[in-house]
């Protein structure tokens, strides 16, 4: 089977596009047109590519029938795209990895770093932008995300948006930790929540730190309610008691955690 023929059925195999297929080599679909036409053939480095991606040897891609006219060599691309998997010393570069192994039709693993908007999503996605399960990157979303800014169920990052816990710099989330945090539960620097603690804590129902302001006020400096300042030297118990007759049933591990203070 020519070359060509065998480039058709094993693009059509994987079920990519011209366009796709060019992309998972760093090549136009210009490219990937000229091949599967005859016009041209691919470069050595590019065969190197394609025989990986679709698991075969070169020899397999390139074996020839007898007698048929082979194409002519492959013409520079005068607007040649940055090459996939090239680390120059200088100048723009670019890295991608795909693995050809899916899960809910992500691919297991997407790795694309470099200068410029570099895209990831996979179930491990690593990226300038990542996106997937697991995501890794300057601007990340996914189930666990780390990253400069990070959204996530469970997220981390400079900026971190999380569902349930978020870590960071300034972190929003249901449980929030970091120098500014937002949350249900708020610990950090500044913490503000439902029940905040933190250098300064402001909170709706019970805040602790440094310089506390809620309903129930527990610290150093406290305006509330009910304050509660540590020069008393109270017993944990007082704290406990003092929650509960303002909010009765508040969870037991919010008990636990301020009465710890």
Known sequence: ????????????????????????IGVSRQAV????????TPELEKLVQLSHLFGCSIDQLVENQSGEQEPKPEEPDPNPRPERGHFGPWGPWQYEYKSSR??????LVHIHIGYGLCTAKGVFALGNCARGIFALGGLSAGV???GGISFGLVSLGGFALGLLFAFGGLAVGAVAVGGFALGLLALGGGAVGVYAIGGGAFASRVAAGGWACGPVAIGEQTRGLVCLEWSQRFEPEVIRQAILTQFPGTWKIILNLFSLL
């Open 1 to 24: 089977m020519a070359f060509k023929e065998q480039l058709i059925q094993r693009r059509k195999r994987l079920g990519l596009s011209q366009e796709q297929l060019g992309h998972r």
């Open 33 to 40: 047109s000229k091949w599967e036409l005859g016009e041209t």
């Open 144 to 146: 666990f995300s780390l």
């Open 102 to 107: 899916t899960l809910f039709g992500l691919p």
